[in-house]
């Protein structure tokens, strides 16, 4: 007997696979913007405008040949993909910085070759991405910490919708602009408590619950809009949209003071938001309660923690931040509800959840870059570029199904998620 | 002599998946059991929450409650003739006009459900498929597009002789539908991509795509300008009218009864529905049983796409006219709804797409009646969460839970050993 316990455990060495797929995905991107951008660009200049006349320090727009810059940007696209390749070589990660430095170039390279012979507006480029991205990026914060703790929120789009809903509809009749706000929070976690309810007392499927109550929240707000906001609008839905306010001196700064600080509060907040709810996740003791609830929650119960209560609360929690989101839509952008408006920006949420990888940083990035893409196709029908706007308007779906399929895999979320705890 | 250890923690793997697959099992079982009588029960409270928007969105009854306390009787009489107009002009709209003055005006509305409902179904049988097999398809939009314009490239740039044209194009719809959900399948399969997020990205491609395609000269109609629209089908191609010129049901409906057969005998008799029913019921368990999973996955999604399909192949084919991309017009997630509702059986799918045709059909009655035919939207949302949530239907009519007894002894049994903690 004791021959079996002292004998020596051979430690099989099984070498780290090498993971091709960023590196690839990375080449052939390079190589694109290269050739595509660079080799067969455009000779023309484009013209990098800063600032407009109003800013109060102006900086003088910058003409480059396109075709110049795009040849330098896809070289060091090409070293950037090269280095990636050192990394797979060597077994490691290509790092996350490494990515996001190459979007950023990829993202410039194609800015500046579809602006070739006209004008690139920086200011108008970022903050209305910025804008573009809000909602989403709410809905894909409430779609983590809804992850996080172990509960699939597929009704984003509905909360989005709700939060809109009465964003308007209460600023309109109150002339308020804060109880909108509230209400939004409160149409939000209306929408979320359903959804906590029925997946955690009832133990019904969350996709499901979530697919149904995004149909029920759809034929909510079409109803009322038809039946009462329609009827006069003016009382009812004219809310008019939140004013900017631009933070002194800070707003005075070329560029980055136009882009960030001279915002709506709905976006100051969303700026708050995000490193908030990122440090609440992962450096306080309830983030690590809330991720223990997503991760294992028999070994949360075991501790202490009530796992359907913390469940319960963190789900609403989030359905108000989708709800601010839904404000966003309304009150933070066009001013009226039309009639299902979220259009799907609640699913864009729940990829970038993905795409970002449960992070509210990444998740918050990728809304970015789907904020980007809308605002791209603005642009590039104003620069009268031949691209097909709906080929454009493609791309970022794309891009994630990719991401989803080769980039992410299998990487594997909260252990938990999507699964209701039931205390034995 | 073997580490005693080794067995139980082989087997934890195993263990953690159990209730997941469980958890599917249940809720499938759950849906496909549902009594007749929860369902009607669903079907009522939500003509019943319907009915309270009704009331309270009523101008006459909002005008009546300000002196409620004086004369009751007028706002009763207002909530009452509020909601019978607006449930009549349901009823008028969708089943029997019987203002009508001949024969054939009396059934139109009957006939229109019929032709709503057959996309309804169409789909509803596709997405129930992907349910059967454990499977979330929520692409329902990006496929029934795929296919509408799959066969509307046929029915207009091939030309053929008539019977001929039409089985054509139903086949290459069907069929380019069904290639769309085998590549949601296929990336679930060696990527284990989640197909929820999948198919919802490939709804918005699959959108973009056509709405692109059809600015080309490959669907675009040349005298639709710069809008994107289709080419009108070769009358060879279009689905011949049911009942004469003066009814717009057509053979669509035909077909569809036909999938709904097909479907029947594919999940309940074949071998590859119980393949599929395996796998849906407990993955682990059909793989160890000799079944090729991964192959299952794809097979399923393309055939739950090529339902889908017909439902776009029917968008497409029945109509004389060319059309845009926004032909789904909301069936890719009514299809959801209606497969919740059917329970996901054949029989259930399509009573369900019937109810859900007949809401549609309803409701320009409605509109003309002034009660907002967005309530029925309300309506299909608290019926089929009526449905997904069998325990609060019984809450609210007192009905028995059907396995109730079951749990209850083994609680006991395990209190008695002394095992249970709280």
Redesign the interface.
């Known amino acids: ?1 004791t021959t ?1 316990l002292t004998a020596p455990v051979v430690h099989t060495v099984t070498e780290v696979p090498r993971r091709w797929k960023t590196s690839i995905v990375l080449a052939v991107m390079s190589i694109v913007a290269f050739v595509s951008f660079g080799l067969l660009g455009d000779d023309r200049k484009a013209t990098v405008v800063w600032s407009d006349a109003s800013d109060a320090i102006a900086l003088p727009d910058l003409p480059v040949t396109s075709r110049v810059l795009c040849l330098v940007l896809g070289v060091v696209m090409l070293a950037l993909a090269a280095f990636s390749v050192w990394y797979t070589m060597g077994r490691r990660r290509v790092p996350l910085w490494l990515i996001i430095v190459f979007g950023a170039l990829f993202i410039t390279s194609l800015v500046m070759w579809t602006g070739a012979g006209s004008k690139v507006p920086v200011v108008f480029l970022l903050a209305g991405s910025i804008a573009l991205a809000t909602p989403v990026v709410f809905g894909s914060l409430a779609g983590v910490i809804g992850e996080r703790v172990g509960v699939v929120n ?1 009704a984003i789009e509905g909360q989005l919708l709700a939060g809109a809903f009465v964003a308007a509809f209460v600023s309109s009749i109150t002339d308020s602009f804060t109880l909108g706000i509230i209400a939004a929070l409160i149409g939000g976690a209306l929408v979320s408590m359903v959804l906590a309810v ?1 997946s955690i007392k ?4 969350q ?3 979530g ?3 995004n ?6 707000t ?7 906001l329609s009827d006069n609008s003016r009382e009812t839905n004219f809310p008019g949209t939140l004013p900017a306010i631009p933070i002194p001196l800070l707003s005075d700064i070329p560029v980055i003071g136009s882009v960030f600080f001279d915002q709506r509060i709905t976006t100051y907040l969303m700026f708050i938001l995000v490193p908030l709810v990122w440090f609440i996740l992962f450096k306080t003791k309830i983030g690590l309660r809330l991720r223990a609830v997503g991760e294992h929650p028999l070994a949360a119960d075991t501790v202490g923690i009530n796992v359907n209560r913390t469940r319960f609360w963190s789900v609403t929690l989030a359905g108000m931040i989708a709800g601010l989101g839904g404000a966003a839509l309304t009150i933070g952008s066009v001013g009226a509800f039309t009639r299902e408006m979220s259009s ?1 920006q609640g ?1 864009i949420a ?2 970038c959840v ?1 795409l970002g990888r449960w992070n509210p940083y990444l998740a918050a990035l990728a809304a970015l870059l789907f904020g980007f893409s809308k605002n791209f196709r603005i642009f590039a029908g104003q620069t009268g570029s031949t691209i ?1 706007p ?2 454009i ?2 791309v970022p ?2 891009v ?2 990719v991401a ?3 980039l992410v ?2 990487v594997v979320g909260p252990a938990s998620a ?3 705890y039931v ?2 | 002599m073997t580490d005693p250890t080794l067995t139980p923690l082989a087997e934890i793997p195993e263990e953690k998946k159990a209730p997941q697959d469980d958890r599917w099992s249940t809720f499938l079982r759950d849906l496909a059991s549902g009594t007749p009588l929860r369902t009607f029960l669903a079907i009522v409270v939500a003509f019943a929450v319907g009915a309270v928007l009704i009331i309270v969105t009523n101008e006459d009854f909002l005008a009546a409650v300000g002196y409620i306390f004086s004369r009751p009787s007028d706002a009763v009489s207002a909530a009452v003739t509020a909601v019978g107009d607006g449930y009549g002009a349901l009823f008028r709209g969708s089943i029997l006009n019987l203002q009508g003055d001949t024969f054939a005006q009396i059934v139109r509305p009957l006939t229109e459900t019929l032709r709503l409902a057959t996309p309804l179904i169409a789909a509803g049988l596709g997405i129930a498929l992907s349910f059967r097999v454990g499977m979330f398809n929520i692409g329902g939009q990006g496929q029934l597009l795929f296919g509408a314009g799959f066969a509307a490239f046929v029915s207009f740039q091939v030309h053929l002789p008539f019977p001929l044209h039409l089985l054509l194009a139903i086949v290459v719809g069907i069929l380019g539908a069904a290639a769309y959900g085998a590549l949601v399948g296929f990336l679930k399969a060696t990527t284990g991509a989640n197909e929820v997020i999948v198919t919802i990205m490939l709804n918005y491609i699959a959108f973009y795509l056509i709405s692109y395609l059809m600015r080309t000269p490959v669907l675009q109609d040349p005298s639709a300008g710069g809008t994107p629209k289709t080419v009108a089908p070769d009358v060879s191609a279009q689905l011949p009218p049911l009942l004469g010129g003066g009814f717009a049901l057509h053979a669509g409906f035909i077909l569809v009864i036909a999938a709904t057969v097909l479907f029947w005998w594919l999940m309940e008799r074949s071998t590859l529905g119980y393949r599929f029913r395996a796998v849906g019921l407990n993955p682990s368990a059909a793989l160890s049983a000799g079944i090729n999973v991964n192959r299952i996955y794809i097979l399923a999604m393309a055939l739950s796409a090529g339902f889908v399909g017909l439902a776009g192949v029917n968008q497409a084919l029945g109509r004389t006219a060319g059309f845009t991309p926004t032909v789904d017009a909301g069936i890719g997630f009514d299809a959801i709804t209606v497969a919740l509702l059917g329970g996901s059986t054949a029989g259930g799918v399509f009573l369900a797409g019937l109810l859900f045709g007949a809401m549609k059909a309803g409701g320009p009655a409605m509109q003309v009646a002034d009660v907002p035919p967005e309530l029925l939207g309300v309506v299909q949302g608290v019926i089929v969460l009526l449905i997904a949530a069998p325990p609060l239907v019984r809450a609210i009519f007192r009905l028995p839970a059907p396995a109730a007894k079951i749990p209850r002894v083994r609680r006991r049994a395990r209190a008695a050993e002394g095992t249970v903690s709280k």
């Open positions: 007997m079996v597929i029925f009832y133990l019904v499927d996709i499901i619950v697919v149904v109550l149909a029920l929240v759809i034929g909510l079409n109803f009322f809009y038809a039946a009462v799907g699913f729940l990829a993905i097909p709906d080929l308007a493609m779906y794309l994630t199904l989803v399929a080769g895999g299998r999507g699964k209701p205390k034995q």
